[in-house]
Structure formats: structure tokens, C-alpha cells
């Protein structure tokens, strides 16, 4: 077959999971910081692109969204082909093998521990960075979309954004999940880039890229606050992705295809 069955992304997702279990913590916290800073790049470059094309966001908002969608894909595809640590990828890579008893609960919660405050880090590094010290969003139109996202991201009750969360993870979990089928970097990039896409053009909420937009919009004097960010958007966006990734992806698929 050109593709794996099923059964076999189980596990590669497992046979991952454990290698990645292997990794010291200054291994792991690297590759996370790659990761949270591939994220922000697609970040960035998405509302580089969403946020430029005001007339037609406001004629047409869903293309608007769906040309957001279309190349916010770029920090998938750097964490998947380049090799990097993602937290929500790992909420569902380290489910089939907790089941099957090769690692234990403290295992698990320590690689995600340590692949969210890489994540993190890296996304922020972007975000002061790229984000703000080149001024790449200084002026309008983009200036007015960023302060709009973060107010919106921000706005929403605690169960809409955690809703939006397991939205968010359960396709990016799918997306990493399928690009383990494909065999060559063509069809990686097929397998992600659909599931990706299609999250963003529904403005679902993923925490690792919320790193990156909320602090960047902070750093250009958003009113919303840091305090707003993390209780308001990031608690209730991590949830809901732990609980796509985890529990609609990982358990899931390894209650119907693991021994």
C-alpha cells in the first residue's frame, strides 16, 4: 500500500510517543520551542495575509477566513517534516501506549508539562521577535484585525472557547494523525493541510497559536490584558484541545485498533 492502514497510525502514533519519551527534558523543551515557534510562524503569516485583505473581510468574510486557513498550515507542516515537540499533538500520540500500559500517567503529564512551556516560549519569542520588534503589524489594516482577534478570542464564554478548543485539537490531532499514512512530503502535506484549514476557516481555538496572536496583540497595547488572555482564552482553549486530541483521537482510535 502507499498509505498506512488505520491500525498501523495506532502505532506509529504509539511507537512515537515513546520515542519522544526517551528524550531528556533539554531535548524535550527545545523541540518544543521549535514547535511553539513554527506555530507562531504560520500565525504570523496568516494574519499577515487575513489581515491585509480588509475589503474583501468585509464583502466576503468567509474567504477572508478560508485565505487564513489556507497558509496557516506552514506551522504544521515545519513541526511534522523539520521534527518538533507540539503539545497538542502529544495529547493524542501518548494516549495508545498509556493504554497499553508502556507508560505510565507521570510520564505523560511530564512531557506535556514540559512541551506546553516550550511551546510557550517559543511562541512568545516569535511573537516579540517577528511580531513586534520588526512592526510588521504597526500599521492599518493589520493593526485593527490583530486588536479585533484578540478582543474577540477574549469576549467568548469560558464553554464556547473550550468548545472551540476541542474543535480546534480534534483536527489537528486528525492532522497529525493522517500525515503519519503518507509516506513522502507531498502526502504529509496533503494529510495536514486539509484538517488545518479547515480549522482555522471555522475560528476554532488552538492554544499553541493563541501563544503567539493574544501576546502579540499585547505587546501592541491591546487593552484586553495578560490576565484576560490566560484565564478568558488560553484555560478553557487547552482543555477543550486536550480533550479533542486525547479523547476524541487518541482513545478513541487505539479502543478500536489496539490490542
Keep these: 500500500m502507499s498509505f498506512s492502514s488505520p491500525a498501523e497510525l495506532v502505532q506509529k502514533a504509539s511507537d512515537t510517543a515513546l520515542h519522544k519519551n ?38 466576503n468574510p468567509g474567504l477572508q477566513k478560508l485565505f487564513m486557513g489556507a497558509v496557516f498550515p506552514l506551522g504544521l507542516f515545519l513541526c511534522v ?70 478582543e474577540h478570542k477574549t469576549s467568548a464564554s469560558f464553554w464556547v472557547v473550550f468548545a472551540k478548543g476541542v474543535g ?8 497529525v494523525w493522517a500525515a503519519f499514512a503518507a509516506n513522502d512530503i507531498t502526502g504529509k502535506l496533503l494529510a495536514l493541510w486539509f484538517p488545518v484549514m479547515a480549522f482555522v476557516a471555522m475560528g476554532f481555538e488552538h492554544s499553541v497559536a493563541n501563544m503567539f496572536f493574544l501576546p502579540t496583540a499585547l505587546f501592541y497595547g491591546s487593552e484586553v490584558g495578560w490576565l484576560s488572555f490566560l484565564v478568558n482564552n488560553l484555560l478553557p482553549a487547552t482543555l477543550g484541545n486536550i480533550a479533542g486530541g486525547a479523547l476524541l483521537t487518541g482513545l478513541l482510535y487505539a479502543w478500536v485498533y489496539q490490542k
Design 22 to 59: 526517551k528524550n531528556g527534558l533539554r531535548t524535550t523543551f527545545i523541540l518544543a520551542f521549535l514547535a511553539g515557534a513554527y506555530i507562531a510562524l504560520g500565525g504570523l503569516l496568516a494574519l499577515v495575509v487575513g489581515g491585509g485583505i480588509p475589503g474583501i473581510a468585509e464583502a
Design 81 to 150: 517534516v523539520a521534527g518538533a515537540d507540539l503539545f497538542t499533538g502529544n495529547t493524542a500520540y501518548f494516549v495508545p501506549p498509556l493504554l497499553s500500559g508502556k507508560i505510565s500517567l507521570w510520564r505523560l503529564l511530564r512531557n506535556w508539562g514540559w512541551v506546553y512551556l516550550g511551546n510557550f516560549v517559543g511562541a512568545l519569542f516569535v511573537a516579540w521577535l517577528l511580531g513586534w520588534q520588526t512592526g510588521i503589524f504597526a500599521e492599518s489594516p493589520w493593526l485593527d484585525s490583530l486588536m479585533h482577534l484578540a
Design 168 to 175: 480546534a485539537n480534534w483536527l489537528v490531532a486528525l492532522a
